[in-house]
């Protein structure tokens, strides 16, 4: 399988490139100074057309592939990692599950403004006491007549309290499933869309959080929180199943959030290096930081088509064993590589590097988190050994 990138995304790299470097750039360091969600600047990718690649055109997307997703993420990414993720959880946790479970009244009716990006819209999957293990799930949802009525609570959930934010679709148990025998087994979990302004639902005030101080994140509790009936999405008992499919694109588009983290600081790296002088001679000159900077080509070009391959094999609608496994590939490597490159830059910046003015300090901190959402790095290991048929438990 072939997984270039045509010349069609390479000029569309170029156009997100433009806008990255035109209306986030000049302002990346104040907003996160000011733990600022820029609302303005998100719409403008709306406008650009951004949210809306992958859904059809009769809800006002383009009708594009995942692949082209992947590189608007890449590239703003490669400017800032908290607008990279803005536009990662908008689309992939926010508009796939409506886009791929949802009912035509549904999509329909939701879906228009998130594609445009005048509105974003969260997942609710993380628990406080639940973690990696999903199934784990306490948030309940039960029938009362013609409304679910939702209690629980949610953690680190991206894109749920801004001033735009529409709605969040959550994961809870609506019921107990029974095994052949009769007896009570493993809980139904199914996925409900709750509306923002809900009573009963209410957003718990921001993380103060050691990285993407731009992106917008918060815990969520539901208090006897009531939806109608229809606000369902999928068949009833299938949201653990929606969820593992939805992590699984999301493993790819993380994926290529952390290539644009290695990639920026392989420029950033080659321009101070080339510019920085000791002892007469610039930096780049010494092996001892020459030799690091390759690293951090290698691993820009490795994570890239990593990336790269597996988004291909989605596009080309590759059998989920073949795609799982790939994700899980991409988004281990991609994710640690980063977190090293981060902190090769540090180094070869030196004291600077320490200093918040220079933008490698922000992709330091921003960093660490790529090893943890999408699945941590040891979940991402667990998977690809059941991948190679190893009895991992």
């Not at 709306?46 to 992958?54: D, E, I, Q, S, Y």
């Not at 509306?195 to 957003?203: M, S, Y």
Request: hydrophobic share 40%; with cysteine; charged share 20%.
């Amino acid at each position: 399988m072939t997984f270039a990138l045509s010349r069609e995304h390479e000029t569309f790299r170029h156009s997100v490139r433009e806008f990255a470097e035109a209306e986030v750039a000049p302002h990346v360091a104040q907003w996160d100074k000011d733990h600022h969600f820029p609302v303005d600047v998100v719409q403008k990718m709306g406008r650009l057309g951004l949210f809306g690649l992958t859904a059809p055109e009769e809800f006002g997307g383009a009708g594009g592939d995942f692949t082209s997703l992947c590189v608007a993420i890449e590239e703003l990414g490669r400017v800032d990692q908290s607008i990279g993720i803005t536009l990662e959880a908008g689309v992939g946790l926010g508009i796939t599950p409506i886009l791929a479970y949802g009912t035509q009244e549904q999509k329909e009716r939701w879906l228009p403004d998130l594609v445009a990006g005048q509105a974003l819209a969260g997942f609710g999957l993380t628990e406080p006491g639940a973690g990696s293990d999903a199934s784990a799930t306490r948030t309940r949802a039960e029938l009362d007549g013609a409304e679910w009525v939702v209690n629980g609570s949610k953690q680190f959930i991206s894109n749920s309290g801004t001033e735009i934010t529409s709605l969040v679709t959550v994961t809870a148990r609506t019921g107990t499933r029974t095994d052949p025998s009769g007896a009570a087994g493993r809980p139904e979990i199914s996925t409900i869309v709750i509306p923002a302004g809900t009573p009963g639902f209410v957003v718990e005030p921001a993380y103060d959080k050691l990285g993407w101080h731009i992106s917008d994140t918060h815990p969520l509790s539901f208090v006897d929180a009531r939806v109608p009936e229809d606000h369902l999405l999928g068949d009833r008992g299938r949201g653990y199943a929606q969820f593992l499919a939805t992590l699984d694109d999301g493993r790819v588009a993380i994926a290529a959030l952390a290539v644009g983290c290695i990639q920026a600081c392989l420029d950033l790296c080659v321009q101070y290096a080339g510019e920085r002088t000791t002892f007469g001679v610039p930096i780049g000159s010494k092996q001892g930081v020459a030799f690091q900077i390759s690293d951090l080509a290698v691993m820009a070009q490795a994570g890239r088509a990593l990336t790269y391959q597996a988004a291909a094999m989605k596009d080309a609608g590759a059998p989920t064993k073949e795609f799982k496994q790939a994700a899980s590939i991409a988004k281990l490597y991609t994710s640690e590589s980063a977190v090293t490159a981060t902190r090769i830059a540090t180094q070869v910046f030196g004291g600077y590097g320490f200093m918040e003015e220079y933008p490698v300090a922000r992709f330091y901190r921003d960093a660490k988190i790529l090893e943890i959402g999408e699945g941590t790095s040891e979940v991402q290991r667990m998977l690809i050994a059941r991948g190679l048929g190893l009895p991992v438990e």
